[in-house]
């Protein structure tokens, strides 16, 4: 008769089972669904800041860890310090499996923030916009309004401009509330004399309506106007583009050719030599040189988007930083499992309303 098996101990048993749980989960966040926080305004209202969703790595095509040395669910940090949690030591090609779809255009899209170039691409902080224009597509901005292909862009239900409101009398958190603005949506004027309000154009027309509210305006950039604040993608474009006016800008695809004149030299070459992987990019008199030699026609290597917040006048998007390139796309965003007001308190703080909503 043979002798029975060593039992294992409490505490082998605890942590067979912390190990076969870690490797599980990290392989559906690798795989299948990832979680992920609304940390700004940027969607309002679509997207609420304290929602709670999970992003679809099956829909784009999971990718292929481009930093493979890393402490199992972790991003950029070991939690609670400051402490990197991986290594770039080894740096793996891009690649991503096959998925159940390509990048529509106008889904919401959870991605790598590009320009954060001191991290490793698959390591940058996780941002989510709408894919508003795709390989191909020539984006244009007129008077705030969104034009694709010289064709009017379909707003989303709930897309927030910023407004003026000058009212009759100083008013209180609890007002805007009953209009469903929330703290960080509204801002006194340094004069008094009114009020920066983020609002959808429901809410403004309620709004409209009430007795202390004097005027509400769009706040809206003219064409040629400078921008306050950040300078907008591309820099160096010899007329003046703003938020609410820009373009037009045809975005590049995969395997596209374009000629380099000197107006796409100003337009492209960040692109081209951020993203595209080469040694050495240069501009001289608004020529493009790659590895020192003059470039008059390039091809592009992977495929772009145009990403922009619903918050139109709230977002930091690509009207800033630029096109997102096709690696750093993490996944499509998918539905809400939780969503908590942090203006609310005890069961008041939970959104019922919002339990496992898909996302459009």
Do not use: C
């Not at 997207?47 to 199992?72: A, C, E, N």
């Not at 390591?123 to 901005?141: M, Q, S």
């Amino acid at each position: 008769m043979s002798k029975a098996k060593n039992k294992k101990s409490p505490a082998r048993e605890w942590v067979d089972a912390l190990v076969f749980a870690v490797v599980a989960a990290s392989l559906i966040r690798w795989l299948l669904l990832e979680p992920f926080t609304i940390p700004t305004a940027s969607m309002e209202k679509s997207l609420l800041v304290g929602d709670f969703l999970f992003v679809s790595k099956m829909h784009y095509g999971t990718r292929i860890p481009k930093t493979p040395l890393q402490v199992p669910l972790t991003h950029q940090k070991i939690w609670g310090t400051e402490i990197p949690s991986y290594s770039d030591a080894i740096q793996l090609p891009y690649y991503r499996l096959p998925g159940l779809s390509k990048i529509e255009r106008y889904d919401v899209v959870v991605f790598n923030y590009p320009v954060e170039f001191q991290y490793p691409n698959d390591l940058k902080t996780n941002y989510i916009k709408r894919a508003v224009g795709i390989p191909g597509d020539v984006i244009e901005i007129k008077k705030g309004e969104l034009f694709v292909n010289g064709q009017a862009s379909p707003k989303p239900e709930e897309m927030q401009y910023s407004y003026d409101l000058i009212s009759n009398r100083p008013l209180t958190a609890e007002f805007f509330a009953d209009y469903g603005i929330n703290p960080e949506s509204f801002y006194a004027f340094a004069n008094g004399a009114g009020y920066l309000i983020y609002a959808t154009d429901q809410m403004v027309e309620r709004l409209k309506s009430s007795p202390v509210v004097t005027s509400i305006t769009k706040r809206i950039y003219t064409e040629g106007e400078r921008e306050q604040g950040p300078e907008l993608f591309p820099q160096g474009m010899g007329v003046v583009w703003n938020r609410d006016n820009y373009g037009p800008l045809l975005i590049p695809g995969k395997d596209q050719t374009m000629e380099m004149t000197p107006e796409n030299v100003i337009k492209y070459a960040f692109t081209i030599e951020k993203y595209e992987g080469h040694e050495s990019v240069e501009v001289r008199d608004g020529q493009l040189f790659i590895d020192g030699q003059k470039v008059d026609q390039y091809t592009f290597k992977q495929d772009y988007y145009f990403m922009m917040g619903d918050n139109r006048h709230d977002s930091l998007d690509s009207r800033y930083w630029g096109f997102v390139p096709e690696d750093h796309v993490v996944g499509k965003a998918w539905f809400l499992w939780l969503s908590l007001d942090k203006y609310e308190s005890m069961f008041n703080k939970i959104r019922w309303n919002r339990f496992f909503k898909g996302i459009e």
